[in-house]
């Protein structure tokens, strides 16, 4: 059975970090791009930041460039997103989701109907 399994969400003040792990198994993260998408209330999934696990290839929205990164240990399976100087507008349940690399980077993070290997979702709250 092949999963992901996202950790390390919850509650944090403005300014602060929190790292998300994202955990495949029954799979090698090998020839897949694992992507980072958030969905707040009311809104559609939007991709965050996504990588290469072949060439390590990587892309930010504009919104997280810089305060966010992603990285991959393919020993591990296992894809992190640090999260750092966060705000308000992070709120959102953020998923990882696997999906066979067909395009660039950049389009693979803006298409979440391609990505066929979902998560369960973990909550990021940012909040004073």
């Known amino acids: 059975q092949l999963q992901l399994v996202e950790s390390g969400g919850g509650l944090v003040q403005p300014g602060g970090s929190l790292r998300l792990s994202c955990a495949a198994a029954?799979?090698?993260?090998?020839?897949?791009?694992i992507g980072w998408f958030r969905q707040a209330p009311g809104k559609e999934r939007e991709g965050v930041s996504c990588?290469?696990?072949?060439?390590?290839?990587?892309y930010y929205a504009n919104s997280v460039k810089g305060r966010f990164t992603i990285s991959r240990d393919n020993a591990k399976k296992t894809v992190y997103l640090q999260m750092n100087s966060l705000k308000p507008e992070d709120t959102a349940v953020y998923y990882c989701?696997?999906?066979?690399?067909?395009?660039?980077?950049?389009?693979?993070?803006?298409?979440?109907?391609?990505?066929?290997?979902w998560g369960q979702g973990t909550q990021v709250t940012v909040s004073s």
């Open positions: 990588i290469s696990s072949s060439d390590g290839s990587t």
């Open positions: 989701g696997a999906a066979k690399r067909i395009t660039t980077i950049q389009a693979m993070c803006t298409r979440a109907l391609w990505y066929d290997i």
């Open positions: 029954g799979f090698n993260l090998d020839n897949y791009v």
